[in-house]
Nanobody
Framework: QVQLVESGGRLVQAGGSLRLSCAASGRTFSSFVMAWFRQAPGKEREFVAS????????YYADSVKDRFTISRDNAKITVYLQMNRLKPEDTAVYYC???????????????WGQGTQVTVSS
């Protein structure tokens, strides 16, 4: 079993930056692909970014590419999402997810956190 706890979400102005954290516990963290998804009000949950076990491979949704950076610290069993140049359309609940497989489909991921709210004001 893996437990994931997100933190760092808050209200921020457009153009600002925010760093989300996802602390993991339980099974071997370093073997998992870690990902961030988000869900805006009235919309389906969508893929944001993922990172492989070593941190050497990262993938991003087109909407966040060049603005967001995913990283991980296996020693601290934590994955991060650095979000820069935030836009109002980035407003959503952000979820951390983990699985031994990876990809952009949420159905792949077995373990999920409870989410953290990010609100970007215009």
């Amino acid at each position: 079993q893996v437990q994931l706890v997100e933190s760092g979400g808050r209200l921020v102005q457009a153009g600002g930056s925010l760093r989300l954290s996802c602390a993991a516990s339980g099974r071997t963290f370093s073997s998992f692909v870690m990902a961030w998804f988000r869900q805006a009000p009235g919309k389906e949950r969508e893929f944001v970014a993922s990172i492989n076990w070593s941190g050497g491979r990262t993938y991003y949704a087109d909407s966040v590419k060049d603005r967001f950076t995913i990283s991980r610290d296996n020693a601290k069993i934590t994955v991060y999402l650095q979000m820069n140049r935030l836009k109002p359309e980035d407003t959503a609940v952000y979820y951390c997810a983990a699985d031994t497989l990876g990809g952009s489909r949420q159905t792949v991921y077995t373990y999920w956190g409870q989410g953290t709210q990010v609100t970007v004001s215009s």
